[in-house]
């Protein structure tokens, strides 16, 4: 389950494998690595996958709800969007998706979300929760057909 405090997400500087560890293993070649940002030596979460840019993160469960949402909408790339937009697939999965991965954004919080969407947290946080549920099926259903 994310985190309810604010997150951090950045793009992500050039590391050396050495630098490196797999944090979370996918299916279909998607993953978590853990790395060192080689601008101030921080732990960061690098989301990586088939045709993305991937992206890295403060926070690990962060990083494991961006992976949700790709594996929620069957994967989805963000180069060209702009810095504020949001991934027509994204867009059209619906609201818990959209609330999901506006919550993987920078400065982006449940309570700012709930605002947002004049709901309660508690309300933004099923939605992420959902997505989370949803995901893992996805995944666990690949599975059993024979997909890693």
Not at 41 to 69: I, K, M, N, T
């Amino acid at each position: 389950m994310a985190n309810t405090e604010q997150m951090s997400r950045s793009e992500t500087p050039p590391t050396t494998p050495e630098d490196e560890t797999v944090y979370r293993d996918y299916i279909l070649d998607v993953r978590i690595v853990e790395h060192r940002s080689q601008t101030d030596g921080d732990v960061q979460y690098r989301f990586e996958a088939p045709h993305h840019e991937g992206c890295s993160f403060d926070d690990p469960e962060v990083a494991e709800l961006y992976a949700d949402v790709y594996f929620d909408v069957n994967g989805f790339e963000e180069a060209g969007t702009g810095d504020r937009g949001v991934p027509p697939t994204i867009i059209q999965a619906g609201r818990d998706t959209l609330v999901a991965y506006l919550f993987t954004q920078p400065h982006t919080d449940v309570y700012w979300l709930a605002s947002f969407y004049g709901e309660k947290p508690e309300k933004i946080q099923r939605y992420i929760n959902r997505v989370e549920k949803r995901a893992t099926k996805i995944r666990e259903g690949a599975r059993e057909h024979g997909m890693e």
